[in-house]
């Protein structure tokens, strides 16, 4: 998966053949933010772009634009998993959540 950032905010990026064109869509969000551009350099500015207007709309509306992630996990797993989980941790010499926070970025890395 191809991604580009710009103040906190993370696109994907795809190829379109059909149009012979970059597409690019603002994740992690509620609101549809999508752009797209012939070059990597013209697909860049247009996701700039669409998040200055995204953030602009936000604004004059008196709103707080949202944002990707405030931070707060909650997860249900099955009480074993939690149970291995605490005792990796303990093992670690880690809090659950200092040891589930790295767990999940390593997983989330890109490939």
Not at 5 to 11: D, L, P, R, S, V
Not at 37 to 66: H, M, W
Request: hydrophobic share 40%.
């Amino acid at each position: 998966m191809n991604t580009m950032q710009h103040k906190g905010y993370t696109a994907r990026i795809d190829y379109d053949e059909r149009d012979n064109i970059l597409v690019g869509r603002v994740l992690g969000i509620r609101a549809i933010i999508s752009f797209h551009g012939e070059t990597v350099s013209e697909v860049r500015r247009e996701f700039e772009a669409a998040i200055e207007d995204f953030l602009n709309d936000c604004q004059a509306q008196g709103i707080k634009p949202e944002k990707p992630a405030s931070g707060k996990l909650m997860l249900r797993v099955p009480p074993q998993v939690h149970g291995a989980a605490l005792v990796a941790a303990e093992a670690a010499g880690k809090s659950l959540n200092q040891w589930a926070t790295e767990v999940i970025q390593s997983a989330a890395q890109p490939h």
